[in-house]
């Protein structure tokens, strides 16, 4: 079955990103074949960062069972795809991690302008590596978390896994990890012109960053937004209706979708994949 898998995402990345068929299966295996090794001795830590082919990129990452699920869910499902009318939409890229949505909206939109952030100091340094090794001009890049305003925030990471995908401003989000400080940015301010998407995966912030927007009317130059909300989170109260009705009051229609276990219990943490289209 996980061969049938492997076979199927290949084609489907092969045909979407017209790119040879054998060339990219052989860099999905290897990803796939390193992911599983990593796999099968989970404790060992990563101190360094490694890099894979993948389509036309070199792509930096510090685990390869990490690259492995981000291209499953930004190149094989296209989680961010957005249809834009213009050559070079403009797009804000909250929680850039190692850079490979900002690869993806590149790779869609050759001239798009993207700005990109990120608070991880360790997944900041592969996405640095990632959009200068690989060239990549109209993309800014900003070591910051985006929060309800500008200044100093403490920012969760695990010690034992650079560059892990569970950073977060809440601690048990980073399942126990150690607080370091990062500059903070308010988002709206990086809304002063329109931006074509809005991309928010930021790990249990969401709600203060769209208090911000609405609060300072930038909102209102935001055209889509591709959201992941944190639902759940064990520090935090359930909002996601108030989430909600804030999207609607600002005249987006959306959708939601989420991943659950049969019968999940009330309180059970889940990740809420929002896209919200101006009406």
Not at 77 to 102: K, Q
Request: glycine share 4%; charged share 30%; with cysteine.
């Amino acid at each position: 079955a996980d061969t049938g898998r492997l076979m199927k995402n290949a084609a489907q990345l092969s045909r979407t990103y017209q790119a040879p068929f054998a060339r990219t299966l052989r860099q999905y295996s290897t990803v796939k074949l390193a992911a599983a090794a990593e796999r099968r001795r989970p404790t060992a830590s990563t101190t360094e960062l490694t890099s894979f082919e993948f389509l036309s990129y070199r792509v930096w990452t510090w685990r390869a069972n990490e690259l492995r699920y981000l291209i499953d869910e930004i190149f094989v499902r296209e989680e961010y795809r957005f249809e834009s009318t213009e050559a070079s939409p403009r797009i804000l890229d909250c929680g850039s991690n190692i850079g490979m949505s900002v690869l993806y909206f590149k790779h869609t939109y050759p001239d798009s302008r993207v700005v990109a952030f990120e608070p991880d100091p360790a997944c900041f340094e592969a996405l640095r590596r990632n959009v200068e090794d690989n060239r990549l001009d109209g993309v800014e890049i900003h070591n910051a978390a985006v929060a309800r305003k500008a200044g100093s925030i403490q920012f969760f990471i695990d010690p034992t896994r650079a560059g892990s995908l569970l950073g977060s401003l809440y601690q048990e989000r980073a399942r126990g990890g150690r607080p370091v400080d990062v500059v903070s940015i308010g988002l709206s301010s990086f809304l002063r012109e329109p931006a074509e998407l809005l991309k928010l995966d930021i790990e249990g912030a969401e709600l203060d960053v769209l208090q911000d927007l609405t609060e300072s009317g930038a909102i209102a130059r935001v055209r889509e937004a591709v959201i992941e909300y944190h639902h759940n989170l064990p520090s935090g109260t359930n909002r996601l209706s108030e989430f909600l009705a804030m999207i609607e009051d600002a005249s987006f229609s959306f959708s939601i979708a989420a991943d659950s276990a049969p019968r999940a219990r009330r309180d059970a943490f889940q990740d809420v994949f929002i896209r919200a289209e101006r009406r």
